[in-house]
């Protein structure tokens, strides 16, 4: 899978293509639905299939204060799109001049000489170009003109509309089980894991920790079930986690998600990433009035993670 972080990087001798459009933060079970049948299109007519994406979210430029945190980052939305059958992504840079762009333009500009598309798919609530006055139906009209198809696909999962907004409430609600169910898989941050206060070790319960900026997404403060991924290896380890700043101790601290890899106390994982999944959520952030109380809590967390991680019966 290629990553084009601008048109300038699109090969000038790329055939023509199926091109799909869409922030895709997440890319959770609504996006796969536009992907599937965009492969399918792909495959029916041999054709390469591109997804465009933009960088940063839109909202982050126009309307910064009303900006969602991100699922994902680009880097990891990217191989989340290769494996739902992209060929390339574009990463459009988003910015005051793009935004300017009216529809007609961005058809011209991004899909007919920058991607030559033959057929473009998008959900049906798409909307593009200039004060988003494009939607689906301007698409259809465009296309007539330049040798391009179109068609918008819809989002359900049933009763529940997927969408990013929806995953987003769920993590802030710590409900991971929804986050999951609308994303297909588990939830995962990622990040290279830093030197924390060594607290952890000092307690028997050496943890990996991963910031967490303030522009992206993590689930509630509390401790979950769940698994670190080293993206150096590939190697998956089962572990309890905690979200948060950690209030029993005094001190300001940056939010950042720490992992216990169960059982293991020799692991060193600094300078390493990582991408954290969670499963289970376990309880919700407290602060203990003693060290002894946390110690107690802890030994139970661990339990309950390794439980909820157990694989099922005849599994």
Not at 132 to 148: E, M, P
């Amino acid at each position: 899978m290629q990553l084009w972080r601008s048109l300038d990087d699109v090969p000038a001798d790329l055939a023509r293509t199926v091109v799909t459009i869409g922030n895709f933060d997440g890319v959770h079970l609504g996006h796969r639905q536009v992907l599937a049948r965009a492969r399918r299109v792909a495959d029916d007519r041999g054709l390469t299939l591109v997804v465009v994406t933009f960088d940063p979210h839109p909202m982050a430029v126009l309307r910064p204060e009303h900006a969602p945190t991100s699922l994902t980052t680009l880097e990891a939305r990217a191989e989340l799109l290769a494996e739902a059958g992209a060929d390339a992504v574009l990463a459009l840079p988003f910015d005051r001049d793009v935004a300017s762009w009216t529809p007609e333009e961005f058809v011209d500009r991004v899909l007919v000489d920058g991607l030559g598309a033959a057929v473009v798919v998008v959900g049906a609530n798409f909307r593009f170009g200039h004060r988003a006055a494009g939607d689906v139906a301007t698409l259809v009209a465009l296309g007539a003109d330049r040798d391009l198809d179109a068609e918008g696909i819809e989002l359900d999962g049933g009763p529940q509309v997927w969408s990013s907004t929806y995953v987003r409430t769920c993590l802030a609600a710590g409900d991971v089980a929804g986050a999951a169910e609308a994303l297909g898989r588990p939830y995962a941050v990622r990040g290279v894991v830093v030197r924390g206060d060594q607290r952890g070790r000092d307690l028997g319960y050496p943890t990996a920790n991963v910031p967490v900026g303030p522009r992206s997404a993590a689930p509630a403060d509390g401790v979950y079930a769940g698994w670190l991924r080293r993206l150096d290896t590939g190697e998956s380890l089962p572990g309890a986690i905690s979200v948060g700043t950690n209030p029993t101790f005094a001190g300001e601290r940056e939010r950042r998600v720490e992992t216990y890899v169960l059982d293991r106390t020799d692991l060193d994982l600094y300078g390493v990433e990582v991408e954290v999944g969670f499963v289970d959520r376990l309880r919700g952030m407290v602060a203990f009035d003693s060290v002894e109380e946390l110690l107690e809590q802890m030994a139970d967390d661990v339990d309950r993670a390794r439980e909820a991680l157990r694989p099922a019966p005849g599994a």
